[in-house]
């Protein structure tokens, strides 16, 4: 069985007090002053046919393109209401075509989503972000992932999976599973996190990998965070 524990802190994050947990979770923080501001930057509807998916070898990039994905259909429930739980699980192996951005159209629709996953045969970069001019929320509510429950990412490969601040518009992801909100890290592939993480739930980094998490954003999430 998987403990956590709270390993030794040298300093917290001053916007949301989240701590610094080990090498394997590295913030990296510059500050830059101007005019006595101080900017911290740390560098680490409905669908109906939703359904857990693995991206379609293919050249599309969009996620609301439901040939896109080998099954038919998008994963994930469109919306932005809190408690629109899915636990659908989007999965890019290595025969999803060569792209290495993925657009989620938030113009259209918002994304709630059980998790994001790159399996042990990617070996190339997988990028998701808002492909539209309009801002809007991720809402991952976590899945079991390999056995693991309350999984909201896991990164069995050695490319890197990148949540991205912004592709055209701005996206913001939201840890809504008030359990655990789990990235596994089981390769040598990293997890960076460039949009802003908020939410109330807590961020348990896990998994056998020697790859990082790298949180790139002043992030607001209130939950501990734990490396397990």
Same mark, same amino acid.
Request: glycine fraction near 14%.
């Given at each position: 069985? #998987? =403990?956590?524990?709270?390993? #030794?802190?040298?300093?917290?994050?001053?916007?949301?007090?989240?701590?610094?947990?080990?090498?394997?979770?590295?913030?990296?923080?510059? =500050?830059?002053?101007? &005019? @006595?501001? +101080?900017?911290? %930057?740390?560098?680490?509807?409905? $669908?109906?046919? *939703?359904?857990?998916?693995?991206?379609? *070898?293919?050249?599309?990039?969009?996620?609301?393109?439901? =040939?896109?994905?080998? @099954? &038919?259909?998008?994963?994930?429930?469109?919306?932005?209401?809190?408690?629109?739980?899915?636990? !659908?699980?989007?999965?890019?192996? $290595?025969?999803?075509? =060569?792209?290495?951005?993925?657009?989620?159209?938030?113009?259209?629709?918002?994304?709630?989503?059980?998790?994001?996953?790159? !399996?042990?045969?990617?070996?190339?970069?997988?990028?998701?972000?808002?492909? +539209?001019?309009?801002?809007?929320? %991720?809402?991952?509510?976590?899945?079991?992932?390999? +056995?693991?429950?309350?999984?909201?990412?896991?990164? $069995?490969?050695?490319?890197?999976?990148?949540?991205?601040?912004?592709?055209?518009?701005?996206?913001?992801?939201?840890?809504? $599973?008030?359990?655990?909100?789990?990235?596994?890290?089981?390769?040598? @592939?990293?997890?960076?996190?460039?949009?802003?993480?908020?939410?109330?739930?807590?961020?348990? %980094?896990?998994?056998?990998?020697?790859?990082? %998490?790298?949180?790139?954003? /002043?992030?607001?999430?209130?939950?501990?965070?734990? /490396? +397990?």
């Amino acid at each position: 069985m #998987r =403990t956590t524990h709270q390993p #030794r802190l040298p300093f917290l994050n001053p916007v949301s007090n989240q701590p610094r947990q080990s090498s394997r979770l590295r913030f990296i923080r510059h =500050t830059l002053l101007a &005019g @006595g501001v +101080s900017l911290a %930057l740390l560098i680490a509807g409905t $669908n109906a046919n *939703a359904a857990s998916q693995t991206w379609g *070898a293919n050249a599309g990039t969009a996620w609301y393109t439901a =040939t896109n994905w080998a @099954g &038919g259909a998008f994963p994930g429930t469109q919306g932005d209401a809190p408690g629109t739980l899915n636990n !659908d699980v989007a999965t890019w192996a $290595n025969g999803a075509g =060569t792209a290495t951005s993925y657009g989620i159209n938030m113009g259209t629709a918002k994304l709630n989503l059980g998790a994001i996953v790159a !399996d042990s045969t990617r070996t190339i970069a997988t990028g998701v972000g808002d492909s +539209s001019a309009t801002a809007g929320n %991720l809402r991952l509510y976590g899945a079991t992932v390999n +056995s693991v429950a309350n999984v909201i990412i896991r990164n $069995n490969s050695t490319g890197t999976i990148t949540l991205q601040a912004r592709q055209t518009g701005d996206m913001t992801v939201i840890l809504s $599973n008030q359990t655990d909100n789990i990235i596994n890290i089981d390769s040598s @592939g990293f997890v960076y996190l460039g949009a802003v993480i908020t939410g109330s739930g807590k961020l348990t %980094l896990g998994g056998a990998g020697s790859g990082a %998490l790298i949180l790139s954003n /002043v992030d607001t999430y209130t939950g501990d965070t734990t /490396v +397990s």
